[in-house]
C-alpha cells in the first residue's frame, strides 16, 4: 500500500456543534462571536451538549482542518495525521469523524487525560466557542519512535504542522523537520497565532525550527506579530514575507504564504513578492468565517502535493476558504468542484 503523500502532526479536537437556547450560554457563561479556552466552570458543558442536544461531531483543531480540507480535494487515502487524544467516547467519535473525512489518523491516546473538545454553540446565527486542549496538550516525541508511525513520517512528500503545536511538542517538530531534511521532503509551517511570536518560550521555538521551514502560512494579524518579534520596523504585509523568506535557511530557501481574509493573498519567494486577488463572495452568503485560514492551507497543500505550479496551489486555497467560509464550521460538500 503506497504511504500518504501529506502528513500533519498538531492538536486533535473533537468540535461539539449544537444549537443552545440563551439559557445554557447564561448558565456556562458564553458569549456568542468569542473564543474561549475552558475554566472549571465550562467543564460539564460537554457532556450536556451531547446528552441534551442534537449535537453534531466534527473533527476539528487547525492541522486535522487543513488535512480532512485536502483530503478532500485529493485521491484517496493520500493524507495522514497525528496527535494525541484521550482513551474515552470523544476519543472514539473523533476517530470516526477523521476516518469518515478519508484521512488516516494515527493517535497517541492517553489513558488519563480526556481528548480534547470544542464546544461550538449556536445561538440563531449566532456562536460561541469554547476549548479544552485536553490530551491534545499531553502528546510525546516518543509516539514517534512507534515503528508504523515513523513510517508515515518516512512515507510522506509534504509534512504540515502549524504553530499552535509549539505549545505541545517542539521536539516532535524538530524530529519531523529534521527528517524532512536529511530526504529532501517539504515542511511546512504556520504562524497560526499572534501569541506564538508574543511569548518568547514559544518564538525561541519558533526560531529554532525555521531553518528547517520550506513554506511558512500566516495571516497579516499573525505576520505583524511575527515582524514585532523580530524587530523589524515594519508594518508593511509584503515587507514582512520578504523579510521571513529571507530568513536563514538549511534547506532551499523559503516560500512565505500570508492570506488578508478578502484582500489579495501575498506570496514571496527567491527575493520576489507575489499577489494572488481573491474572488470576490456575496456577503449574505457568508456563515462563518472560522476555519477559513485551515481550509486555505488545505486546498494549497492539496495541489502542493500533485506537484502543481503556485498559481493552481493558490487558487485551490482560495476555493477551499471560499466553500468553508459559506458553511457552518469546518465542514464541506460531498465532492469538491475545483477547478
Request: net charge negative; glycine share 8%.
Amino acid at each position: 500500500m503506497t504511504s500518504p503523500a501529506l502528513l500533519g502532526c498538531g492538536n486533535p479536537l473533537l468540535d461539539i456543534s449544537a444549537e443552545v437556547p440563551q439559557s445554557f450560554l447564561d448558565k456556562y457563561d458564553v458569549k456568542v462571536n468569542n473564543a474561549i479556552l475552558a475554566e472549571e466552570k465550562h467543564l460539564p458543558m460537554y457532556e450536556e451538549l451531547k446528552s441534551s442536544f442534537p449535537a453534531e461531531f466534527i473533527a476539528g483543531g487547525a492541522t486535522q482542518n487543513s488535512i480532512r480540507v485536502a483530503q478532500w480535494m485529493l485521491p484517496a487515502g493520500s493524507t495522514a495525521y497525528i496527535g494525541c487524544i484521550g482513551k474515552d467516547d470523544f476519543g472514539n467519535e473523533l476517530k470516526r469523524a477523521v476516518a469518515a473525512d478519508g484521512v488516516a489518523a494515527h493517535y497517541l491516546e492517553d489513558e488519563t487525560t480526556p481528548t480534547g473538545t470544542c464546544a461550538v454553540v449556536i445561538n440563531g446565527k449566532e456562536r460561541g466557542l469554547v476549548a479544552n486542549l485536553g490530551a491534545a496538550n499531553k502528546y510525546q516525541a516518543s509516539h514517534l519512535e512507534n515503528e508504523s508511525v515513523w513510517n508515515v513520517v518516512k512515507g510522506a512528500k509534504v509534512v504540515y504542522i502549524a504553530g499552535f503545536f509549539l505549545t505541545v511538542s517542539p521536539p516532535s517538530i524538530m524530529k519531523i523537520a529534521s527528517e524532512a531534511k536529511e530526504a529532501n521532503k517539504t515542511f511546512c509551517m504556520n504562524l497560526s497565532a499572534a501569541f506564538l511570536s508574543e511569548v518568547p518560550i514559544f518564538f525561541d521555538a519558533m526560531m529554532k525550527a525555521m531553518p528547517l521551514v520550506d513554506i511558512l502560512f500566516g495571516n497579516e494579524d499573525e505576520a505583524a506579530a511575527f515582524a514585532k518579534a523580530n524587530k523589524w520596523d515594519t508594518t508593511d504585509i509584503k515587507e514582512i514575507a520578504r523579510k521571513a523568506s529571507e530568513l536563514p535557511s538549511e534547506k532551499n530557501g523559503r516560500m512565505v504564504v500570508f492570506t488578508q481574509g478578502a484582500s489579495a493573498t501575498i506570496v514571496a519567494r527567491d527575493g520576489k513578492v507575489e499577489e494572488f486577488a481573491v474572488s470576490k463572495i456575496d456577503p449574505d452568503q457568508i456563515v462563518d468565517t472560522n476555519g477559513a485560514g485551515d481550509a486555505f492551507v488545505g486546498g494549497f497543500l492539496s495541489q502542493l502535493v500533485l506537484g502543481k505550479p503556485l498559481e493552481t496551489s493558490v487558487a485551490a486555497g482560495h476555493y477551499a476558504a471560499g466553500v468553508i467560509i459559506c458553511r457552518s464550521g469546518c465542514t464541506f460538500p460531498e465532492k469538491p468542484s475545483f477547478p
